[in-house]
C-alpha cells in the first residue's frame, strides 16, 4: 500500500500547485452557479404543481454540485493516455506494483486535488448567502460519507475512460460519449428527481446518480436519515462493480497489448 500511498500523494502535491487554474474554476462556478439558480428559481416560480423537492433542497443541491464539480469524471488521465498512445506504457507494465490500483489512485487525486481547491470557497459564500440549510446531523456526517463514496466511483469510472484508449485507435469517441451520459444522467445538469417518472426507474439503476445526485440530496437534506444507509450501500456496491470491470478490462487488454518496436 505505501507505494499507492506515494502515487497518490506526490499526485496530489503536482496538482496542487495549480493555484491560478483552481481561482479560475473557482470563478467559472460561481458564476455557473448563479445561472443555474436563476433558471431553476423560475421554473419553480412558474410551476403549476408540486415538485418532488423544494426550492431550498433544490438551491442546495445547485450549489453542492457546483462546489464538488471537480469529482465529476469529465476525461482520462491525460499523463497516461499519452503514455498509450506512445507506447511507453510498457514501461507502467514493468512496475513491480498493481497497475490498476495504481492508475486507481492517480485518478482519486485527480479528483480531490482540484475539488480541494475550489470546494471551501463556493461553500463558504453558499452558506453566508443562506443557499445551504442545516440537513442535520444525520445529514452532515451521512453527506460526508456518500461524498467519499462519489470520489471512489468517479475515480473508477475516469479509470475506465483511460483503460478505453487500449481498444481504440484514438480513445476520444469513448470517452466523450461517457463523460456526456456522465454529466446528463448524474444530475450535474438537473436534480435526477425533476427528470420525468418514466425515466426515474432507469436513473435510479445506473451508477452515474452514485457521485452527484444522491451525495448531493443527502447533504442538502433531501434523502431522509432512516435511507443513508441505503444510498451508501448503493454506491459501495458500483463502487465494487467498477473496480471488477476495470481490472477485468485490464488484464484482457494487457494480454493482447502490442507496442512498436518490442
Known sequence: ???????????????????????????????????????????????????????????????LSQAFFALFPMRPDPDVAAMIRSGHVAYELLRPVDLFSLWYARAVANRLAPTALRCLPILVVAALAGWLPWPGW????????????????????????????????????????????????????LPLPLFPDRLQTVLRLLPFRAFCDLPFRVAGGHIPSDQIPGVLGFQLVWVLILVMAGRLILQMVSRRLVVQGG
Do not use: C, K
Open 138 to 189: 444525520a445529514g452532515l456526517f451521512g453527506g460526508i460519507a456518500s461524498l467519499a463514496l462519489a470520489v471512489l466511483v468517479s475515480s473508477a469510472i475516469a479509470t475506465l475512460m483511460t483503460l478505453s484508449l487500449f481498444l481504440t485507435i484514438s480513445g476520444q469517441g469513448v470517452s466523450t460519449l461517457i463523460s456526456m451520459f456522465s454529466y446528463l444522467l448524474s444530475g450535474m445538469v
Open 1 to 63: 500500500m505505501s507505494a499507492y500511498r506515494a502515487v497518490f500523494s506526490a499526485r496530489m502535491r503536482v496538482l496542487l500547485q495549480y493555484r491560478t487554474a483552481a481561482l479560475a474554476g473557482l470563478t467559472t462556478q460561481i458564476f455557473w452557479g448563479l445561472i443555474r439558480t436563476m433558471i431553476l428559481y423560475a421554473f419553480y416560480e412558474h410551476a403549476s404543481g408540486p415538485q418532488p423537492m423544494d426550492w431550498e433542497q433544490v438551491l442546495a443541491y445547485i450549489w
